[in-house]
């Protein structure tokens, strides 16, 4: 088979199905697993595909953006791992706040117990926090379709009020020119007063959020600490070097 009829299925399987499996590839091409990797590697330079841990997905545009049920089902496993390394970082006593997404969502089980205050703009983050019995303020504003975060006026009023120990945030993209970004500027908005108004700044991020650059900006990699797995070592070598010279990163190992 010849280069471009290999890659030509290998487009057509992701489009079909959003996330695929290397093995998936390999038995569709019967192609070997190092020419599949060349591939891919070649595709997502030309701007077709984004690689991930064992296999490719989608690509996004600059707005979409994935609905909270979309996130929750992606990576899982990973979003656990790092989610429990950053309650972890929460220490007694703290005021924090806890941004409306999948990753930031996991780590509230594991902040039961601890005596802190959590504000939150995440509506499926309210419900979560009070059976953990922990004290709970909610932004409130205007709930945004697929997020449920709450956005507009009314949660920049709110979080004004506020003074956290640390805000720990989720991105969809993370690169070392654009920083941190996700699609809404209203969300962007509310990321970037959060930071404001934290001694420290925490953003939880997969390993398929690096290299993604969408709308909105709300921080520089050096303002924030970042919180990943030990994928974007295997996965972004080169990146994650450079990510390390320029702001503090710390890796879950999985």
């Known amino acids: 088979m010849l280069t471009v009829e290999r890659q030509e299925i290998i ?59 979309q996130k929750s089902s992606k990576n899982s496993h990973e979003k656990k791992k790092i989610a429990q390394r950053a309650a972890e970082l929460v220490q007694e006593g703290d005021c924090i706040f806890l941004d409306a997404g999948s990753t930031t969502f996991e780590m509230i089980s594991h902040l039961k117990g601890k005596n802190i205050e959590v504000v939150t703009n995440g509506v499926m983050n309210i419900q979560a926090l009070v059976e953990a019995d922990i004290d709970t303020h909610s932004l409130g504003g205007h709930v945004k379709k697929g997020t449920y ?32 970004t ?40 050096e303002d924030v600490h970042i919180l990943t797995s030990s994928y974007v070592k295997e996965e972004k070598e080169q990146l994650y070097q450079e990510l390390v010279k320029s702001t503090a990163i710390e890796v879950v190992k999985l």
């Open 11 to 69: 487009i057509q399987l992701v489009q079909q199905n959003e996330v695929v499996k290397i093995q998936d590839l390999i038995e569709a091409t019967r192609a070997s697993e190092s020419t599949i990797r060349r591939d891919l590697t070649e595709l997502e330079q030309g701007k077709k595909l984004k690689r991930i841990h064992g296999g490719a997905t989608l690509l996004q545009t600059m707005r979409e953006e994935p609905t909270m049920a």
């Open 182 to 221: 996700t699609p809404d500027p209203e969300e962007a908005y509310i990321k970037t007063k959060a930071i404001q108004y934290a001694q420290q700044a925490i953003v939880l991020a997969d390993h398929t959020k690096f290299e993604d650059v969408t709308f909105s900006p709300f921080a520089s990699i």
């Open 149 to 180: 975060a709450f956005v507009g006026r009314g949660a920049i009023e709110s979080i004004a009020r506020f003074r956290f120990d640390k805000a720990f945030l989720g991105a969809n993209g993370i690169t070392v020119k654009d920083g941190c």
